[in-house]
């Protein structure tokens, strides 16, 4: 029951986020933004039909869709992160007159962080606004294409019909919004702390990885390897750690083997014991 209450506390904030975004930094110049709403922001430019009720007609096929070709909890889920959007769009309209950031590039900085962040808060618990993700998990399911590539598409033709219609600056200036939107969406769904896997070739790799459990109590996994010119048997230490403590490994690296060959690079996401609990994972029910 926590659980539960938990993700639709955060979805609701996540879309409150968003439709302040839209009212607050969108609307008074002229800008759009992804995927379905960017539809309903275009028609209220054209005709002047709030936002939200608008979304919330053209979802309306899509969730029959998703009811008809998805899992019957699907639906369902997304259900009230659409109302609770569609809402906030409407809600918030009073901050489009007002108008709080008159220049157009801080107000694409602004709302594509704003909106970045809520988008993040939805997809941290599961949750969606509905739109162009329905369209993504069922090509996702029959067809194997990524989920964003719907989205993708949709939100070129978007960007197309905006240039046409309200001109090129407006269009290039809501690609940069969506570009931070992105970014900022990508940076808060998987956290600010970011994890590095490293590679570490020495001839002191016992006594390297003995500091490494000791001082910086990270696990260290002993890769054995053979050197192609020399033949020589090598044991290569593969470690997983924090950004916080890569200082520390390269300076115990350097201490004890300055000779010491080292590969670092980005890791995408970390389960296991002293990072993500595997209970935490949502598993797959057996058949």
Not at 70 to 98: C, H, I, N, Q, R
Not at 275 to 285: A, C, E, L, R, V
């Given at each position: 029951m926590r659980r539960y209450l938990v993700q639709h506390l955060m979805t609701a904030a996540?879309?409150?986020?968003?439709?302040?975004?839209?009212?607050a930094f969108f609307i008074p110049h002229k800008l759009l933004s992804g995927g379905i709403s960017g539809i309903a922001i275009m028609l209220y430019y054209l005709f002047d039909l709030p936002i939200g009720f608008v979304m919330l007609l053209l979802n309306v096929p899509l969730f029959y869709l998703a009811y008809r070709f998805m899992e019957p909890t699907y639906p369902v889920t997304a259900l009230f992160g659409m109302l609770a959007y569609s809402f906030s769009l409407d809600f918030f309209s009073f901050?489009?007159?007002?108008?709080?950031?008159?220049?157009?590039?801080l107000s694409c900085i602004a709302g594509g962080t704003l909106s970045g962040i809520g988008a993040a808060m939805l997809y941290r618990v599961g949750s969606s606004s509905g739109g162009t993700d329905i369209i993504g998990a069922i090509c996702n399911k029959y067809y194997s294409t990524a989920i964003s590539t719907?989205?993708?598409?949709?939100?070129?033709?978007?960007?197309g019909a905006a240039a046409a219609l309200f001109g090129l600056e407006p269009a290039l200036y809501t690609l940069l919004a969506s570009f931070i939107w992105f970014k900022v969406a990508n940076t808060f769904t998987d956290g600010f702390d970011y994890k590095k896997n490293i590679i570490i070739i020495s001839k002191s790799s016992q006594d390297i990885a003995d500091e490494i459990i000791k001082v910086v109590g990270r696990g260290v996994t002993f890769l054995h390897?053979?050197?192609?010119?020399?033949?020589?048997?090598?044991?290569?230490?593969?470690?997983?750690?924090?950004?916080?403590?890569?200082?520390?490994?390269?300076?115990?690296?350097?201490?004890?083997?300055?000779?010491?060959f080292m590969i670092i690079h980005d890791v995408a996401d970390v389960m296991g014991r002293g990072f993500t609990s595997t209970s935490d994972i949502k598993k797959i029910p057996k058949k």
């Amino acid at each position: 029951m926590r659980r539960y209450l938990v993700q639709h506390l955060m979805t609701a904030a996540g879309c409150v986020l968003m439709g302040v975004a839209v009212n607050a930094f969108f609307i008074p110049h002229k800008l759009l933004s992804g995927g379905i709403s960017g539809i309903a922001i275009m028609l209220y430019y054209l005709f002047d039909l709030p936002i939200g009720f608008v979304m919330l007609l053209l979802n309306v096929p899509l969730f029959y869709l998703a009811y008809r070709f998805m899992e019957p909890t699907y639906p369902v889920t997304a259900l009230f992160g659409m109302l609770a959007y569609s809402f906030s769009l409407d809600f918030f309209s009073f901050l489009a007159p007002l108008s709080p950031v008159r220049d157009v590039l801080l107000s694409c900085i602004a709302g594509g962080t704003l909106s970045g962040i809520g988008a993040a808060m939805l997809y941290r618990v599961g949750s969606s606004s509905g739109g162009t993700d329905i369209i993504g998990a069922i090509c996702n399911k029959y067809y194997s294409t990524a989920i964003s590539t719907p989205g993708f598409v949709l939100n070129i033709l978007v960007m197309g019909a905006a240039a046409a219609l309200f001109g090129l600056e407006p269009a290039l200036y809501t690609l940069l919004a969506s570009f931070i939107w992105f970014k900022v969406a990508n940076t808060f769904t998987d956290g600010f702390d970011y994890k590095k896997n490293i590679i570490i070739i020495s001839k002191s790799s016992q006594d390297i990885a003995d500091e490494i459990i000791k001082v910086v109590g990270r696990g260290v996994t002993f890769l054995h390897g053979e050197g192609a010119y020399t033949r020589q048997p090598r044991e290569i230490l593969l470690v997983v750690a924090k950004m916080t403590q890569m200082a520390q490994i390269k300076a115990i690296v350097s201490t004890i083997d300055p000779n010491a060959f080292m590969i670092i690079h980005d890791v995408a996401d970390v389960m296991g014991r002293g990072f993500t609990s595997t209970s935490d994972i949502k598993k797959i029910p057996k058949k």
